[in-house]
């Protein structure tokens, strides 16, 4: 391998380096290290000085020692279990190298009798002598011992000498490659470059400077890969020209007349976006987003019924069956009756679903309602002009790319989700798309009160449960498990449930992950019938199903989760009249970060704030919803620690846009950062 300016090559298989083979290449794809790009960013952990030469004589126990050697005499005792010996001098004294499992002819190789030989290893003593058993290092050229040598956190079947000599001859080879950033923000690192700043990255005597100039532009490298990305995405859709729908609000007021609210201010200003959106000649690509219960439903129904009206056919797409049956019933409610909308479902029979979809096929159903699957379903649709698409923090800007596509390009599409995300974060998360942003909740809504509750205190939480009862509330009971694990000592749902069942017979039911599709759409169902009282389950309630009628939501293990999931599982209830509560189960006293967590929890009821803060305290990794939210996890960067990056970025591709700047100028970075097929498209 030559030092080259081709850094494609960095994308190459390690087997492209010398000296790796297959079995290298299988064990380090184990840890999701498929080419050379991706082995940089495994940092050393520490380093072993192995610089300092040591005479036998000043050697000391215990310690890491490098020493130069001659080797005098072979000791091999060829008997099970004795190691092999080499006794070695210096001028001041002797030393054993101690050998178990390793074969004469390999001894006699590397210490050949009355050489000199440098080796390094950890000092011991015995019978009076100095030894190193199994010397790490044994060579004639003292050169490739005598340094610093980095410690990587090492997989079974690669050793420390094997995995440094990689890293090493990447190291030596790394490419030149064109400067990606404008002047001004490399002043900002110091006019760090890209390969010297891989360099000090790997130096072991820099572990943990995460401050430094050459860390934090490899971090800003990868947040202006991922901002670009959804920047083109979000140019080539918005070049996409559509016909325009044409409507008038007329929809809006029948609807409204229907209901006993008003709009929120930021339901009509999210509304009015839409809208505009849907009468322009480009094609929309906009995400609603809003806490849960601020009401996103109504707005989506709203729209959909504008462009219905302008001619085209809606698909509304739901996490699951019943969030989907819920929203069917809510449009067959408001929308007028000449307007023929369907739902498909699993329990859809066959017949019927033929008919639907040749009634889809000639434009006589305007809007249908489903899961995910109407998508995969061969529905034809004779003139689709919108897609919405519910609850969608499942998504990464890859697959959205792929359902805006899908539609066509008269077709607008609209996602809601109810994934707080920080500030910082949210170019990051959605820089494909517009946003619209609904903070402020219904005026009727009370504050879910929030309380902690120990468990040695579950009789006080059961006589509550029966008061609430007894005034005709419904309970969801949420438990970390389904069934009881021997290594987690959490609460599990069958174990509560049996619990329950004792005492209140007839009215306990449960839910979990477990229970199949069809039982678990028929539970849901009774329970919104108010056929029971207690449900038992895990935190699939979480996703966006309204139960006005549930008033109680009791959370065991409750420090197990992030606040934004503890919100969101809250919010599940107090979409009612009454005054709803939540009551958090610990196991123990909680710790000062677990009160403060909490009382963030009962203080605040606005998602964004919770996320905030929940970021602040736990990192964001564990935020709900952000493992699958479309923000990839990044190498280096960090929402929390460069915060103040992900702003720069921010501005970064702003000024790209206004400048329109060549794409191809970050090619490379691209390329590199951003490995899917998706670039292609872009540049
Ligand atoms: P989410 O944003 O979590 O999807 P929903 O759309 O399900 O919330 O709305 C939650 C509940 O609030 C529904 O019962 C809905 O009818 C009601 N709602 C929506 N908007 C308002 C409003 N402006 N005032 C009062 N209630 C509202
Ligand atoms: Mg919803």
């Known amino acids: 391998m030559k030092n080259n300016n081709n850094y494609e090559f960095l994308l190459n298989k390690l087997t492209s380096l010398n000296g790796v083979g297959k079995k290298t290449t299988e064990i380090l794809k184990k840890k999701g290290i498929t080419n050379i790009f991706d082995i940089l960013w495994r940092l050393p952990k520490s380093y072993i000085d192995r610089s300092k030469k040591s005479k036998i004589n000043e050697l000391q126990i215990g310690q890491i020692s490098t020493i130069t050697i001659k080797p005098i005499k072979y000791s091999f005792p060829r008997i099970r279990n004795l190691p092999n010996k080499v006794t070695c001098k210096d001028d001041t004294g002797y030393l054993d190298c101690i050998f178990f499992n390793s074969y004469e002819g390999y001894i006699k190789k590397i210490l050949p009798i009355n050489q000199n030989i440098t080796v390094s290893g950890k000092v011991g003593y015995y019978k009076k002598k100095y030894q190193i058993t199994n010397p790490s290092y044994v060579s004639k050229d003292e050169s490739i011992i005598e340094k610093i040598h980095s410690k990587y956190r090492l997989t079974e079947g690669i050793n420390e000498k094997y995995y440094n000599k990689i890293i090493d001859q990447i190291l030596n080879n790394l490419p030149i490659i064109p400067e990606w950033h404008d002047k001004k923000i490399l002043k900002k690192f110091n006019n760090e470059k890209w390969n010297d700043s891989i360099i000090k990255l790997h130096d072991p005597k820099n572990i943990g400077n995460f401050q430094s100039s050459y860390y934090r532009r490899l971090a800003f490298d990868e947040i202006l890969a991922s901002l670009l990305i959804s920047s083109e995405i979000r140019k080539k859709i918005k070049k996409i020209k559509k016909k325009n729908k044409v409507f008038n609000i007329g929809q809006f007021n029948e609807i409204q007349k229907k209901l006993n609210f008003n709009l929120t201010n930021d339901q009509k200003n999210a509304l009015e976006e839409i809208n505009f959106d849907l009468k322009s000649k480009n094609k929309m690509f906009r995400l609603l987003q809003g806490d849960v219960g601020s009401g996103k439903t109504i707005v989506a129904l709203i729209s959909a019924l504008n462009v219905v009206e302008s001619g085209f056919q809606v698909a509304l797409m739901s996490p699951t069956e ?92 609209l996602l809601m989700s109810a994934t707080p995300i920080p500030r910082t974060l949210i170019m990051s998360v959605y820089g494909d798309m517009d946003i619209s942003i609904i903070r402020e909740k219904p005026k009727n809504r009370k504050k879910v009160i929030t309380y902690s509750k120990l468990e040695s205190k579950l009789s006080d939480v059961v006589n509550f449960v029966k008061k609430q009862i007894k005034d005709g509330d419904q309970i969801f009971w949420v438990c970390p498990l389904i069934k009881e694990s021997k290594k987690i000592d959490h609460e599990s749902a069958i174990n509560k449930y049996q619990y329950l069942k004792k005492i209140f017979p007839n009215s306990v039911n449960i839910l979990h992950g477990n229970i199949d599709k069809i039982e678990k759409e028929k539970i849901l169902n009774s329970f919104l019938k108010k056929k029971f009282n207690i449900l038992v389950s895990t935190t699939i309630i979480e996703v966006g199903i309204d139960f006005p009628n549930a008033n109680v939501i009791i959370i065991e293990n409750a420090n197990k989760f992030g606040l934004s999931q503890l919100h969101q599982l809250r919010g599940r209830v107090g979409r009612g009249e009454k005054q709803a509560s939540c009551i958090l189960m610990f196991k123990s006293n909680l710790s000062e970060n677990a009160k403060k967590r909490i009382n963030i929890l009962k203080n605040s009821n606005d998602g964004f704030i919770i996320s905030e803060e929940d970021m602040k305290l736990r990192g964001f990794g564990d935020l709900l919803g952000f493992k699958q939210s479309g923000l990839k996890s990044y190498k280096l960067a960090d929402p929390i620690h460069n915060a103040d990056l992900f702003t720069l970025g921010e501005e970064e591709i702003k000024r790209i846009e206004k400048e329109e700047i060549d794409i191809k100028r970050y090619k490379p970075l691209l390329k590199l950062y951003d490995q899917a097929d998706i670039i292609n498209d872009i540049i």
């Open 322 to 413: 019943i969030l989907s049956r819920q929203h069917y019933s809510l449009a067959k409610k408001l929308f007028p009756k000449n307007i023929s909308i369907e739902i498909l479902s699993g329990k859809t029979e066959n017949k019927q679903k033929i008919s639907i979809y040749k009634k889809i096929k000639e434009n006589e159903i305007k809007v249908i309602f489903g899961t995910h699957s109407l998508f995969q379903k061969k529905i034809n649709f004779s003139n689709l002009g919108y897609i919405i698409i519910d609850e969608q923090h499942k998504f990464g800007v890859k697959q959205r790319k792929s359902l805006s596509d899908k539609g066509g390009k008269n077709c607008d599409v």
